[in-house]
């Protein structure tokens, strides 16, 4: 999946992620130049505001309740 979101990427595509926890994940995987490689774990990262996004573009969510 990394390398077919990379390729993507290299020919002008977008990475969306649906949901935050698709995003943290991506951004997680994510190295500085916004290259994903492949990753396997858990992630702690916490989006606040200014972080500087790597990996993605947009993201497509939704609140709702349990």
Do not use: W
Request: net charge negative.
């Amino acid at each position: 999946a990394a390398d077919f979101i990379n390729q993507a990427r290299d020919a002008g595509g977008r990475v969306v992620a649906c949901g935050s926890t698709a995003m943290r994940l991506l951004e997680t995987a994510a190295d500085a130049e916004g290259q994903i490689h492949p990753f396997k774990g858990d992630t702690d990262i916490f989006i606040t505001p200014g972080y500087k996004f790597r990996a993605v573009d947009l993201m497509l969510t939704n609140f709702h309740l349990p």
